[in-house]
Structure formats: C-alpha cells, structure tokens
C-alpha cells in the first residue's frame, strides 16, 4: 500500500489503523458469526487492492475461494456489513474508528446470483444494490466512510424484496480517495459474503463484470480528494432499482468553512437506505474560516491545512511547522 503523510497523520490523531477489513455480517439485526464471509487472511488481510485491473477487484486477494457457511437472508431483509482495523477484539470498539487515517471515500454493495455460493469465483456480472458517496463539504469533506465510522463500522442494505431465491455473492466495498490524485492510487478494500435469499419473485438483474466495470481513469476513481469540489461521481453502474432506495448526496452544495481538527458527531444508529426511510446526521463541527489573507494571528491549528494549490487559507502554523504532503496538500505537524 502507498500511504500519503496526510494519510499517515491523520492516523496517528485517530490512534486507529489506516487499514481495515469488511469481518462481519448480520442479518435483521442478528449476528451470523464468519461462517458464510470469505475473509481475508495473512500478515495483509487488512490492507487494499488497488489495481482494478487484478481479479481480486471481485473479492479481495484469495477470495475467489469459497468458505463452508451460506447465511439466510430473506429478500426485502435487511444485512447490516461491518467494518474494522483488523481482527483484533480491541479494534471492535466503537472508540476506533472502522477505517482511519482520513480515509475518505464512498461505500458499495453489489450482489451476483451464482449457482453454488461456496463454489463461485465471483466472475459473473455484478449489480449494484447500495451506494453512498459524498455527503457534505469538499476538501476533503464528509463521507459514507464517516458515516459508518459514526456508526461503529456497520452500513445496513435492503436486500431487494423482488429478488429471486437462491444463492448470491455480496460484495461489500470501501474506496479511500485520500491517494486518488494519482494513477492506481485509490483503495478498494472489499469482503464477500455468501447468502441464499429465501422468497422473493423472479427479478435478475444485470450487472457487470470485474474486473471491466472500473477503470483507473473514472472520474471517482481519479479524483482529487482535495480541492474545491461540489459533487463526487460515484463509479460503476447505478443503483438497481429495486435495491436500497436513492443514493442520497451524491451531489451537494458547497460549504464556506473547512472543519478544523476538533469534529462531534451525532448519528442515528442505521444507515439503510429505503424509499420510505431517511438517516439522519447531525454533525457539529468547529471550523474555521478559509480566510484569503494571512495576516498576523491568522494560523493554521496542528494537524490543520496550511498550504497546497488553489489554498487560500493560513499558512502559518499555530503550532508545529508546515509539511507538504502532495502538490494539493500541506498541513501543519509536530
């Protein structure tokens, strides 16, 4: 994995990893354990795929290799998938945030209907049933992936109600833009589950293929996390229709503070995303103000921009100096 001192910093304020792992799954609020999830194993099990090219866009390194379990879900249920650190019972606290280091960026669900879950190797097409990009803000603003962290790691998705029975693949997926201003520089981190979907009716939808549905140069793929942006363009296909409801905030209105470091939030516990359901977020944040002088008393806080094309703000840090972390971004560190 590349990290960028941004990224690095960021983790090191947040005591939490810059890695993490999609490790649990329930189904209508019951925990199912491991038994149907092709974790990923080994020293980086936790780390990203960022090559979209590689067939471990489908299902991580190693997971076009089946596990034992198939867990029940009956169609129009509701899967709750779980982000984490890693596999340590320290990491599963709600005070470590599920994926760190200012990893910001949205989060995905696909499905593939397969003969035999434990068998398949994920080379089927792929429809898209949840997604959640950009919620407020710019540089580098607030994201799906803030959300779940507000939420303890866990992003609940509708399974469609029309679905046909029978055995899928769920691909749950994280893309961290924090590196994304350069070529194979975003982060895909991606677990897939093995269901069977009881009831339903006859709908298959299509899909996509992986690897053939990203490419490197997609404008959510290639995106500059920090600059002044009003909308994010989530990759891949659309929703499916009869899936998680409108993807809400894909497209917001500019913001004329930029958070500081200190940030409360305060989140209903679900995330699903239905027609007739609305989350609510409320965010309290300290800001300050992106001032186009810099003149004397104006500083950057520690851990706060300071510089990078296009800033306007302080330059000065309050404490600390001024690092350059990319071209687009410089922050004040210790």
């Known amino acids: 994995m590349k990290a960028t001192g941004l990224a690095i910093a960021a983790a090191s304020v947040a005591g939490a990893s810059a890695h993490a792992i999609f490790q649990k799954l329930a189904v209508n609020g019951v925990d199912q354990g491991t038994s149907c999830i092709r ?13 979209v090219s590689s067939n471990d866009i489908r299902c991580n390194v190693g997971g076009s290799n089946g596990v034992s379990g198939v867990c029940s879900v009956p169609a129009g249920g509701t899967i709750t998938v779980e982000m984490h650190p890693t596999y340590s019972a320290a990491d599963q606290s709600c005070s470590v ?31 898209k049933i949840y997604a959640e990009g950009l919620i407020s803000g710019y540089n ?14 866990k992003v609940n998705v509708a399974i469609p109600a029309g679905l046909a029975p029978g055995n899928y693949l769920v691909r749950a997926e994280v893309i961290a833009l924090h590196a ?19 009831g339903g009716g ?16 997609d404008p959510g793929i290639y995106w500059d996390l920090y600059r002044s942006f009003s909308s994010y363009p989530l990759p ?29 939030r305060t989140t209903t516990p679900s995330t699903t ?26 500083s950057a806080p520690l851990w706060g921009q300071c510089g990078g094309l296009g800033w306007t703000g302080p330059t000065n840090c309050a404490s600390g100096k001024c690092v350059s972390t990319n071209v687009y971004y410089s922050q004040c560190q210790p």
């Open 39 to 51: 974790l990923p194993q080994g020293p980086s099990a936790n780390f990203p795929v960022t090559l």
């Open 180 to 198: 994304a201003f350069q070529t194979n520089g975003a982060q895909f981190y991606i677990t897939c589950y093995q269901i069977n979907v009881t």
């Open 140 to 153: 580098a603003g607030y994201w799906a992936t803030d959300r779940m962290n507000d939420n303890c790691g």
């Open 202 to 217: 006859s709908a298959t939808p299509s899909g996509v293929l992986l690897p053939g549905a990203y490419s490197p140069t």
């Open 97 to 127: 945030e599920a994926i760190g280091g200012a990893h910001h960026g949205p989060v995905q669900v696909y499905m593939q209907k397969v003969g035999d879950a434990t068998t398949a190797d994920g080379s089927g097409p792929w429809f």
């Open 236 to 264: 891949g296909p659309t929703v499916y229709s009869g899936g998680s409801g409108p993807v809400l905030s894909t497209t917001t209105a500019r913001t004329t503070t930029t958070a500081a470091a200190t940030t409360v």
């Open 273 to 298: 995303r239905a027609a007739t359901t609305t989350a609510s977020t409320t965010r309290a944040t300290t800001t300050s103000s992106a001032a186009t002088t810099n003149g004397p008393g104006v």
